[in-house]
């Protein structure tokens, strides 16, 4: 019988693109195919900026169309068991009947149960905009792009309490013209915002405001001012927040913009702000510990920062 020295092995797991590290990597699914922005332009840009790290492998789950057939849908079935995190890029449309398209019954059950058996959930933008009627879904991303007599609305006070609006008072969701605008951060003890300048500036975006749904066991970790000479609220609108959900955590950040008609070349998304938000998301989602810092390009409170693309 041959004997293979140490060092043989070792160069046949060089050679076979094994290492001690790749184990340790934190899987991603992202979930798209359909969105009233972007998704075609976004989600590869979403995917890279994590594999970039090193500290992800992400794979991407594509849905039908909204006239997708049948046998298209009953064909899409997404393994969420198999990813430490899923992120959602995905807004349901409407189909040639006007009709919203659902996540059939059993993809939505998989993804419940998922959830409660420990999985993550990062929703980026419109993301939340998705799955009107799911009542699970709404419950782990608490507040959604509704109408006024859909839920409750949430914002943060001046000294950072939530209030509560009832359901059918104040503004349904909606947003003003884009702008560039401050984000405060309310937690400095949380993992995915430790660290983070209490004020920065964030480059053009939509900026959210009179979301609705349960909001309940809503932890809101960052707000944007609605300034209503913006067509805005005068509120503090949550624009980054995370629920429980059985075992599993649930983050939105209704940050990232990058409509059908891009004439930003994704700035929003190219914030330093925002992808720093993205990575350590995925990570505190998934259950791991929040090991990115914070750069030393992040945004101040005078100064957006962007990275670039090609």
Known sequence: MKRFSVFAFL???AVSGWSAGAAEK???????GQNNHDWEKTTPFLEKQLEDTG???VDVSTSPAPDGTQAEWDAWRPDFAA???VVS?????RNKA???SAWPEAVQKSFEEYMKNGGGLVNVHAANNAHAGWTEFEKMTGLLWRKETDGKRLYLNAEGKPVTVAVGEGPASGHGPRYPYVVKVWSQEHPVTQGMPEEWMHPEDELYHGQRGPALDMTVLATAFSAEDQKGTGANEPMLWFIPYGEGRAVTCLLGHVGKTDETNMIAMRCVGFLTILKRSCEWAAGEEVTFPIPANFPTKDAISVIEVE
């Open 83 to 85: 990813y430490d995190v």
């Open 26 to 32: 934190i899987t991603v699914l992202i979930v798209d």
């Open 89 to 93: 890029n995905y807004n349901n449309q």
């Open 98 to 100: 006007k009709e919203w």
């Open 11 to 13: 160069f046949i797991l």
């Open 55 to 57: 500290r992800f492998t």
